[in-house]
Structure formats: C-alpha cells, structure tokens
C-alpha cells in the first residue's frame, strides 16, 4: 500500500519505520523540508518529499502534526476535491464538554 505520512516527529518518524519495516511504500514529509529527513529515509527506505507530493496518488494519508500547527495549514491551491468525493454532510471536528479529545462527527 502507498502510504502517505505528513509530519515526521515522534508519533511520524515511528510510523515510518513501522510501515516501512512491514513493506508498505511510504513517502514521509515534514515542515522543515525533505533534505531534514535523509536520515529517516536511509534507515527506512521511505521516499521523503514535501506534504502535497507525500499525499499525492497515496492510497492512505496519514498526518501527524502537533494542534497548534493546523490553522495553518492551506489547502493546496491548484487542487480541488474531487466531485464524487464531496459529502453532502459535512463532517466537522469538535471537542466535548468536558474538554476531551476531537472527535469527528457530522453536522
């Protein structure tokens, strides 16, 4: 399976290995840039590029990045989704009354 990782701290960088190790074809990108993740890739055997090539034809995207980073992700310009792909329900992210983790649900 291709696989996708979209940030490359501890919970991306073990995911690498372990996906790697069990012969998925993962590609692993992070904020500072693929030349930050050589090592990463010679260990692993991952392909390492920049988040939209990473997600890119990826049969599953996996995005590790810390809370605090997401109001600043962007989607990609040029991209847009794809019609069959649009809900017709959105899903959105939300965080329960007592202050517990996200879970999804649909509006």
């Known amino acids: ?42 260990r692993t055997g991952a392909t390492v590029a920049l988040a939209a090539v990473a997600a890119e034809g990826a049969e599953l995207v996996i995005v590790t990045i810390p809370e605090r980073a997401i109001p600043s992700c962007r989607p990609h310009p040029r991209r847009r989704p794809h019609p069959a792909r649009r809900s017709s329900t959105p899903a959105t992210t939300t965080r329960s009354e007592t202050g517990g983790s996200p879970r999804s649900r649909t509006a």
């Open 1 to 42: 399976m291709r696989i996708g990782i979209i940030g490359a701290g501890n919970i991306g960088g073990t995911l690498t290995r372990r996906l790697s190790a069990l012969g998925h074809e993962v590609v692993v990108s992070n904020s500072r840039g693929p030349q930050t993740l050589e090592d990463l890739a010679r």
